[in-house]
């Protein structure tokens, strides 16, 4: 999962931001486009909980950057209660970010 901005151009609905997240299984990708960093919280929660239904399956890791929107309280608190394990790649090192750091370059 990867969120990079502000990105050159801005989408029409005025958002520069671009969550991508990556199923490390299937390499299929979602992309969201997020007006402030603020929103990936509320957006990644309400991921997680349609995958899980849709897929009958539950999400168990996540593997993230060391960024502020994916470390703070409202997602420590739903990890912790869903029983999703993070994984962090060490600071300043994009090629441990996975799949999406990788897609993010093109």
């Known amino acids: 999962m990867d969120l990079f901005a502000p990105t050159n151009v801005i989408s029409m609905g005025k958002k520069s931001y671009?969550?991508?997240?990556t199923d490390d299984y299937t390499?299929?990708?979602?992309?969201?486009?997020?007006?402030?960093?603020?929103?990936t919280a509320r957006i990644l929660k309400s991921f997680?909980?349609?995958?899980?239904?849709?897929?009958?399956?539950?999400?168990?890791?996540i593997g993230c950057d060391?960024?502020?929107e994916f470390k703070n309280q409202t997602l420590n608190c739903f990890c912790e209660n869903k029983g999703i394990q993070r994984q962090y790649s060490v600071p300043r090192t994009p090629q441990q970010s996975g799949v999406a750091e990788k897609e993010t370059e093109l």
């Open 66 to 68: 060391q960024g502020t």
């Open 18 to 21: 671009c969550l991508v997240i």
């Open 48 to 61: 997680i909980l349609r995958v899980e239904n849709q897929s009958n399956q539950k999400v168990k890791t």
């Open 27 to 39: 390499r299929f990708s979602w992309v969201y486009f997020v007006r402030t960093k603020d929103e």
